[in-house]
């Protein structure tokens, strides 16, 4: 009898142990649907500015943007300024995209006057985008220019 019981529980271990691997080894569907990989097209980023937003005069700010005329570090300095709409902004976001196609964004957030941010440029030519994000969810772009390392 005992002989028996251990018997049953070896069978049962090993049918728990081939339910449990069974759908493990199987070979895949014939004719299963893939998807092929969709082509992305990518826009290349264009040094070509934009108009800027027509801003209400109370959400209106103000920024400064410089240029360095360093060869070997040519930093690109958005600074705060302030405006009729400082107390409801929420950030500033300035974006630079290079001569060279690559684009870099930084982000002042909750800025008070004076706060900047340096983003790195080329010694060519380098749009210059400054986004204004307002507590109430509105967005302005109020600064787009292309700037040129030397004239």
Known sequence: MIGMKHSLIGLAILIIAVLLTAGCTGSPQQGAATQAPTPSLTVPPTLTATPTDVIPVDQAIIVEVSRG????????????????GMNLLSYIDATVTRSDG????????????GDYVELTGTTGKDRVEVTERLKNGNEYKIYDQVLEFRK
Do not use: Q
């Open 69 to 84: 005329t360093l060869s070997y570090d040519p930093k690109i300095k958005v600074e705060f300024r302030g405006g009729t």
């Open 102 to 113: 690559t684009v870099e964004t930084a982000r002042l957030t909750a800025p008070v006057i």
